[in-house]
């Protein structure tokens, strides 16, 4: 288990990797960062909203990430970042995006896509306590390409 509520499976799951027959195993120093991860972020968070919360995307090797389009300088490929969503109700994208923003300690919080009301998933990573940058930022599409907005 990477956490109390993140099975191994969970943290490596991939669609793409499956697909595309893409080994997606981390080794011990990104194992070691996403339970990190998971225990200063995802557990507090998922404490404060009361149920699951749905994993989007967690580990990704780097096969993995150049199929999906991924950044070149991805913090999934490091096992410092989650994506995860509201499928399960026990909050809004927006809910858990400010809970973040206002408890938590993070190295990147980004509002993906979506409306000014909710995203369509949050995107967050963690570093350490003192690297952590507290960067916010807002993905949208401009001419079909992804851009970011600094959120203040």
């Not at 780097?62 to 026990?90: K, P, R, W």
């Amino acid at each position: 288990m990477i956490s109390a509520h993140i099975s191994d499976k969970e943290g490596v799951y991939s669609v793409t990797a499956i697909r595309l027959d893409i080994k997606n195993e981390p080794c011990k120093h990104e194992l070691a960062k996403m339970r990190i991860l998971a225990e200063k972020v995802f557990e507090p968070l998922r404490d404060h909203v009361g149920g699951a919360i749905k994993i989007n995307s967690f580990f990704r090797s780097e096969e993995l990430n150049v199929a999906i389009g991924g950044s070149t300088t991805s913090q999934h490929c490091t096992g410092e970042a989650i994506d995860i969503d509201d499928t399960f109700g026990h909050a809004t994208n927006a809910e858990m995006f400010n809970y973040i923003k206002d408890h938590l300690s993070f190295d990147q919080l980004i509002w993906e896509y979506g409306t000014d009301a909710n995203p369509n998933w949050v995107h967050v990573s963690y570093v350490d306590d003192d690297t952590n940058r507290k960067s916010m930022l807002k993905a949208y599409k401009e001419n079909g390409k992804t851009k970011y907005k600094k959120i203040s």
